[in-house]
């Protein structure tokens, strides 16, 4: 395959740098990696990365960005200053707001006012239009969420049926474990409708992949990445003097559970193993008093350090000094593989992952964090004396030396590499071309 195309790309992505979210992660890395591959790349992304909570990251040259006017839920939200884009966990629990969120991510009302909404994909598609007939542009690549992004695809599939679409996936719009829309067999009827015109569905997982294949026969798995090893273990930064646990990530109502750790660091700090002087968990992110009420139910408060909201870059050095990154997550038999952007920078920090699973069996994280030697895998309902052995390992490789061994074998970890994942991609979408001719 050759390693420059003549033609430019287009990307839809109503997140993009410079919102503070992990939203906006996955695409800016393929928009930084797959520019090797194509002559330009166009980003069409909203009004409201102006007026959102900013991260600033690097677009490098190649990356042109263009905006689409935009007034949706998120636009009224920036009228109150706020740290985050995403919304804190008790505020969720309102009635009202469950009502809300529903029904913004439904169609059709997510076409109207939910995120992007009407103007926004009307002012995209034209965007869009003057750029395909200026660049003479053949593929197109959307993500969702906002659904606004692939209606845009969608649209512009029918004025041009040649353009190659890539449709992705960060997470599903129906979820078969989560009750986050209204009328799901019209929900699923819309999703069928609409993608039946892409040309290929990607997605984070094996086991998102699954129910997208009720929608498309042409589902690939792009894996999230990491950025190049060479550049990932920095060597300046300032150790923690204690055994440092830390979770850099959202709760989700009581489905990301952590009371399983949280038992076993309470027995420990009763059998005095773990004390003020040697041992702290931190907490980085927009759910602080959802752990206080956590850490305060298993009186570890006096451990507990909460550093609220972050930039990206302090998260990072968080999760790369401390001992052991801790990642929540949900399982069903119907609902697995739910690897999240979150996973990934954890394996960019190189340091000993916990993977703590709310419910079933999730074979898919298994196989991952086996394969690349990551740390553990554990089940709130079945894993305590398992995981009090690894805590306890980690703890006293941390008394003898100040550090924990390194486990992550890094080798097989280059295969996550974005250069190496975006390669991927792109022979799956010369395979497409080509079966068309």
């Known amino acids: 395959m050759n390693r420059t195309h003549a033609q430019p ?8 740098p410079p919102i ?29 990365r102006n007026r959102l909570p900013a991260e600033n990251m690097p677009i490098t040259e190649g990356v042109q960005i263009h ?16 740290q985050s884009v995403s919304f804190e966990e008790n505020s969720k629990a309102n009635p009202l707001v469950q009502f809300l969120v529903k029904l913004n991510k439904s169609f059709p009302t997510n076409l109207l006012w939910g995120e992007g909404g009407l103007i926004y994909s009307i002012h995209a598609f034209f965007v869009a239009l003057k750029l395909i007939r200026k660049h003479k542009i053949q593929t197109i690549y959307s993500s969702f969420s906002p659904y606004s992004d692939h209606i845009v695809a969608y649209w512009l599939k029918i004025f041009y049926p040649k353009l190659t679409w890539v449709a992705d996936f960060r997470d599903l719009h129906v979820e078969p474990h989560y009750d986050i829309v209204y009328w799901r067999p019209f929900q699923h009827w819309c999703n069928r409708q609409i993608l039946k015109k892409a040309d290929l569905v990607t997605t984070v997982s094996t086991g998102l992949s699954k129910h997208l294949k009720d929608y498309h026969s042409n589902v690939y798995v792009f894996q999230n990445g990491i950025a190049p090893l060479s550049i990932l273990d920095n060597k300046n930064d300032s150790q923690p003097t204690k055994f ?3 979770y850099t990530g959202s709760m989700y ?13 309470k027995e420990l ?30 009186d570890l408060e006096p451990h507990f350090k909460s550093l609220g909201l972050v930039a990206l870059s302090k998260a990072q ?43 079933s069996q999730d074979i898919e994280f298994e196989e991952i964090m086996m394969r690349l030697n990551a740390g553990c895998v554990a089940y709130n309902d079945r894993s305590h004396s398992e995981l009090r052995a690894f805590v306890l390992m980690l703890f006293y490789q941390f008394q003898k030396t100040g550090q924990v061994e390194r486990m992550i074998h890094t080798e097989k970890l280059k295969e996550l590499e974005w250069g190496f994942t975006v390669n991927k991609l792109m022979s799956e979408i010369e395979k497409v071309r080509n079966s068309y001719g």
Not at 27 to 39: A, D, P
Not at 76 to 82: D, E, H, P, V
Not at 253 to 265: C, F, G, V
Not at 324 to 336: D, G, H, K, M, Y
């Open 20 to 48: 503070k979210s992990i939203a906006v992660l996955r695409t800016y890395y393929f928009s930084q990696f797959v520019k090797n591959y194509f002559s330009d790349i166009y980003v069409i992304t909203t009004t409201n």
């Open 269 to 298: 700090v009763a059998e005095g193993i773990l004390t003020h002087d040697n041992f702290q968990f931190v907490y980085a992110g927009k759910d602080t008093q959802v752990w206080f009420d956590w850490m305060r139910r298993f």
């Open 67 to 82: 905006e689409a006017i935009t007034f949706d839920y998120r636009t009224l939200s920036t009228l109150r200053k706020r």
């Open 253 to 265: 109502a009581d489905e990301r559970n952590p009371q399983l750790l949280l038992t076993i660091l």
């Open 244 to 246: 440092t646990i830390c």
């Open 9 to 16: 790309l287009l990307i839809l992505a109503y997140f993009y």
């Open 317 to 359: 050095e968080l999760q790369r000094t401390s001992h052991l990154n801790l990642l929540l997550t949900t399982a069903t038999p119907q609902w697995t593989g739910v690897m999240t952007g979150k996973f990934y920078e954890y394996l960019a920090a190189l340091q000993p992952i916990l993977v703590l699973i709310n419910g």
